[in-house]
């Protein structure tokens, strides 16, 4: 069985970075997409971005465009989040998910494995 953990959130000023690390563990593992959503209290889970093992490519929420980043490293089987000019409205609890078979990157229910989730809280 494969388990995702999420690491590197925090807190952090507006206009600051964080960097998000997901890495996967167990076998088998076997992941087309990885994708980061995130859930501020009250709300629902929200598309932040994905990561596409084959092609390298990336997918980007509206809200984060321009601001975030994800990349991969399949030999750590880690994907990254990188976060920059960050918002008092990006706080949330950001979670990584891979999912095992093609679909929509923005769906929620593509994805079949996912991690605990970490705390991005973000003040103004």
């Known amino acids: 069985q494969v388990h995702l953990v999420e690491s590197g959130g925090g807190l952090v000023q507006a206009g600051g970075s964080l960097r998000l690390s997901c890495e996967a563990s167990?076998?088998?593992?076997?992941?087309?997409?990885m994708g980061w959503f995130r859930q501020a209290p009250g709300k629902g889970r929200e598309f932040v971005a994905a990561?596409?093992?084959?092609?390298?490519?990336?997918d980007y929420g509206d809200p984060v465009k321009g601001r975030f980043t994800t990349s991969g490293d399949v030999l750590k089987r880690t994907v990254y989040l990188q976060m920059n000019s960050l918002k008092p409205e990006d706080t949330a609890v950001y979670y990584c998910?891979?999912?095992?078979?093609?679909?929509?990157?923005?769906?929620?229910?593509?994805?079949?494995?996912w991690g605990q989730g970490t705390q991005v809280t973000v003040s103004s």
């Open positions: 167990g076998r088998p593992f076997r992941s087309y997409h």
């Open positions: 998910a891979s999912a095992s078979a093609p679909g929509s990157t923005v769906v929620v229910s593509t994805y079949d494995q």
């Open positions: 990561f596409s093992w084959s092609t390298r490519s990336a």
